[in-house]
């Protein structure tokens, strides 16, 4: 098991930036690779960033490349996603989830771990 706790989501206006958060329990937490996914109302979840667990290699969806930096730091167990220029379509429940092994996973299947998630709404 690999408890995920997400934080930092919230209401921001378009074009404004987040920084999501999520911890996790566990003195493994290096040989995960992670990833983040959105689920938004109606719609099915998706993709959004991934990091293999080296941190050296790192995959996004095509909506949020050159916006979302996935990042990870293993001395405090938590992984990243700063969101900047934010936009309406990007209001969702973003997850965090866990895999084992070093390589970067995109697929949702690939992934054993998940947290319970964080709602980032973007509305002015």
């Known amino acids: 098991q690999v408890p995920l706790v997400e934080s930092g989501g919230g209401l921001v206006q378009p074009g404004g930036s987040l920084r999501l958060s999520c911890a996790a329990s566990?003195?493994?937490?290096?040989?995960?690779?992670m990833g983040w996914f959105r689920q938004a109302p109606g719609k099915e979840r998706e993709f959004v960033a991934a990091i293999s667990w080296s941190g050296l290699s790192s995959g996004y969806a095509d909506s949020v490349k050159g916006r979302f930096t996935i990042s990870r730091d293993s001395a405090k167990n938590t992984v990243y996603l700063q969101m900047n220029s934010l936009k309406p379509e990007d209001t969702a429940v973003y997850y965090c989830?866990?895999?084992?092994?070093?390589?970067?996973?995109?697929?949702?299947?690939?992934?054993?771990?998940w947290g319970q998630g964080t709602q980032v709404t973007v509305s002015s």
């Open positions: 566990g003195r493994t937490f290096s040989s995960y690779a």
């Open positions: 989830a866990a895999t084992s092994g070093p390589r970067l996973r995109v697929g949702i299947n690939e992934y054993a771990y």
